[in-house]
């Protein structure tokens, strides 16, 4: 059965890094893009950074841009979210999802949660000022 397991998450103070690893099981999802989004209590799961199945396509929430970097290996079926300058507003729950659209590169189908079928089940991410 495949699954997804993120690792990673923690407290930091607000200017720090975190970063966050995303391991596939159960199948490869090499062929596949992967995305990381974010849920914050009270609010809906958003958009955070996606990256296309040969990581040449990356795409970034305006929120994160310059700050976040996405990357994958294919060979160990990982993909991992990087996250320097985190400020308060960064806080909640990531998730690391696996897209189900074959080898797409599009911006609209990689930031759609609704374009994913396989979810990890979270890494808690606090950043305090």
């Known amino acids: 059965q495949a699954q997804l397991v993120e690792s990673g998450g923690g407290l930091v103070q607000a200017g720090g890094s975190l970063r966050l690893s995303c391991v596939a099981s159960g199948r490869t999802f090499s062929g596949f893009p992967m995305g990381w989004f974010r849920q914050a209590p009270g609010k809906e799961r958003e958009f955070v950074a996606g990256?296309?199945?040969?990581?040449?396509?990356?795409y970034f929430a305006d929120s994160v841009k310059g700050r976040f970097t996405i990357s994958r290996d294919n060979a160990k079926n990982t993909v991992a979210l990087q996250m320097n300058s985190l400020k308060p507003e960064d806080t909640a729950v990531y998730y690391c999802?696996?897209?189900?659209?074959?080898?797409?590169?599009?911006?609209?189908?990689?930031?759609?949660?609704?374009?994913?079928?396989?979810w990890g089940q979270g890494t808690q991410v606090t950043v305090s000022s």
């Open positions: 999802g696996a897209n189900y659209i074959y080898q797409s590169t599009s911006y609209y189908e990689i930031s759609d949660p609704d374009k994913y079928d396989y």
């Open positions: 990256i296309s199945w040969r990581g040449l396509s990356k």
